[in-house]
């Protein structure tokens, strides 16, 4: 009887840390943080460009009539952040990246509520906090040239605050 309630101990306390992770509604996509590369690349309908040892990257995502580029980035075998970019290109000029910096900026203050902004010499950068997440919107003038990135942030990976199961987006919005 004594090694069967030592086995119930260890089984409830080596489960304690994936609740914190425990939440019926995705973070970001179809995914929440923690999750383990093969179950974030099932939850994508398509095959990554780009498989290394702490990234997947996806070159031709759709988000809001644009095509994106989405970088997973891994702690381990454990999703810890992903990011959306958009860069100027031969097709995408200056002022279409500025352009989807304010639809994504209307979309995110939809879903989250205003944000923090932050002016960075020729750019600007918005910060919204989640119980779980920590979202940035960012645009300028960087190597490549301009770009938007919009990146989402674990925060209850590696202790940090406490997960709130009970908190809702004010709106859902796909992707965002």
Known sequence: MLNKSLLLLFVLCSTAPASLFAQALPDLRQIRWGMPRPQVR?????KPTSVRRDKLVYSRIPLNDRTVGLEYD?????????TYYYYAT???TKADVLAAFSEFEGQLTEKYG???PIKTGDGRQINWLTPRTQITLAVGNVDRGWSTEIVYLCRVCGGGPP????WKARKEIRDF
Do not use: M, R, W
């Open 163 to 166: 997960a709130v199961t009970s």
């Open 90 to 92: 031969v097709s995408v």
């Open 114 to 116: 205003p944000g923090k």
């Open 74 to 82: 891994f702690n381990g075998d454990s999703l810890l952040s992903a």
């Open 42 to 46: 099932e939850a994508e309908p398509q």
